[in-house]
Nanobody, 125 residues
Framework: QVQLVESGGGLVQAGGSLRLSCAAS????????MGWFRQSPGKERDLVAA????????YYTDSMKGRFTISRDNAKNTVYLQMNSLKPEDTAVYYC??????????????????WGQGTQVTVSS
């Protein structure tokens, strides 16, 4: 079973940037679709962006398009989320997740069943 560890969160001013990383254990990372989710207090956990196993397809929630970029490096077993032009409403715990179904291209409605512990992102106004 793959294990996921996020890093890169922190405190940033509005308009600033952060890059989140998610490092995966194991030798099957390159077969998994990966997603970044976020959850604010009192709200549901929502999908932010996702990428298929090869990196050839990506998905973004409409409000993230143009500001966030998801990418992956299968040689390093790592997926990234570059976040630019951050807003206070982007404040949340960000989670990395994997679809354990191999070679999935179902990025927005597929089952993400392996989760990291989350990393806090706080954007000050």
């Amino acid at each position: 079973q793959v294990q996921l560890v996020e890093s890169g969160g922190g405190l940033v001013q509005a308009g600033g940037s952060l890059r989140l990383s998610c490092a995966a254990s194991g030798r099957t990372f390159s077969r998994y679709a990966m997603g970044w989710f976020r959850q604010s207090p009192g709200k549901e956990r929502d999908l932010v962006a996702a990428i298929n196993w090869s990196g050839g397809r990506t998905y973004y929630t409409d409000s993230m398009k143009g500001r966030f970029t998801i990418s992956r490096d299968n040689a390093k077993n790592t997926v990234y989320l570059q976040m630019n032009s951050l807003k206070p409403e982007d404040t949340a715990v960000y989670y990395c997740a994997a679809q354990s179904t191999w070679y999935s291209d179902n990025l927005d409605s597929g089952k993400y069943d392996v989760w990291g512990q989350g990393t806090q992102v706080t954007v000050s106004s």
